[in-house]
């Protein structure tokens, strides 16, 4: 089914982003200095949205726009908001995979999920928190929003750390590198070398089969080689960058093709789960799923991947369940 809702105008548009760590604050700087909406920083500590919200107001001097972000730790001045994004969370720490945030993070992800919603009832809602498909689904089921008004962020970002690498080992310009990645936001993500092009020729014209197992492993591990050298924190421009793309789509209502963590009801064999699919995004979030045509050895690697998902959305009900929490 296509969905055609109405535009959004973008003049008047805002974003609610919640958690204004790395991630948010770098995301909030990106939407407003790209003149794509107005901003709400919200955080629990307080002053740190105010300051970062102020910092950014005070550069828009220097940067020549006039939107408008305001910092605050009262959910009631995120009300109606266009998109929703949630970055809250605990980032990973060198030797911490993303499941092992998954108790601490999925309370995180429930709480203000509830809080930012009952303000914004209508918003499309945008995860990121760690791990990502699983806070997906909790975010999905926490909101009570229609499934293709939610989803997560990591397609963009782990497609586009594939499209670096492939620049990168070729020395050729981003530009005319596409890359596809599906599956998890984690180790077992699906990068495809079949549907991934320079200037629209098959990266394998160009790259023998073992410099292109190299660049898919660097992939994979991609978020905790930014983590192992940060050692204090993960990484936050690309993962903003990645979100701003998505929000620049809604709110323009732009006819996007691109990977997110979209809920899926029968598409590639998968039923009942978020995970990393090609989708249309528009106004009010997914307009529809793209099935690529899968070979089965690339099938088999998604279903291991939605596999590990739904082991860890398992492990989170029985963790969320002995607190007294069901979803």
């Not at 969905?3 to 990106?30: D, F, H, K, M, Y």
């Not at 806070?135 to 929003?145: E, R």
């Not at 050692?231 to 793309?245: D, F, L, N, W």
């Amino acid at each position: 089914m296509v969905l055609r809702p109405p535009e959004i105008s973008c003049s008047t548009a805002q974003v609610a982003v919640i958690g204004a760590g790395n991630v948010g604050a770098t995301l909030a700087q990106r939407l407003i200095e790209k003149n794509i909406a107005d901003v709400v920083l919200l955080d629990v500590v307080e002053g740190r949205p105010q300051g970062v919200a102020l910092d950014l107001m005070e550069a828009r001097g220097v940067e020549r726009h006039d939107r408008q972000i305001i910092g605050t730790n009262n959910f009631a001045d995120t009300a109606g908001s266009n998109v929703v994004v949630i970055t809250a969370g605990l980032p990973r720490r060198p030797g911490m995979s993303r499941d092992d945030l998954l108790l601490t993070n999925g309370k995180i992800v429930l709480d203000v999920t509830q809080k930012a919603i009952a303000h914004s009832a209508n918003a499309t809602l945008i995860v990121v928190t760690n791990p990502l498909d699983v806070m997906t689904y909790l975010g999905w089921k926490t909101s009570g929003l229609p499934a293709h008004q939610v989803m997560g962020m990591a397609g963009v970002l782990d497609s586009a750390r594939f499209q670096t690498f492939i620049a990168m080992e070729l020395g050729v310009s981003i530009n005319d590198i596409n890359a596809t990645v599906l599956g998890s936001h984690g180790d077992l993500m699906v990068p495809l070398p079949r549907y991934s092009t320079v200037n629209g020729i098959p990266i394998a014209k160009f790259l023998d089969a073992a410099a292109i197992d190299r660049i898919v492993t660097r992939t994979r591990n991609g978020g905790a080689e930014v983590v192992e050298l940060l050692k204090t924190g993960g990484a936050y421009y690309a993962p903003a960058s990645a979100v701003c793309v998505m929000v620049e789509s809604i709110i323009y209502n732009q006819p996007r093709i691109l990977p997110v963590a979209a809920y899926l009801d029968g598409e590639y064999g998968l039923n009942d789960i978020f995970i990393g699919v090609p989708c249309r995004l528009g106004c009010q979030g997914i307009e529809s799923v793209l099935e690529l045509d899968l070979t089965e050895p690339e099938q088999a690697e998604l279903h291991t991947s939605a596999e590990s998902v739904r082991q860890n959305l398992d492990q989170l009900r029985s963790l969320l369940g002995n607190v007294g929490v069901s979803f």
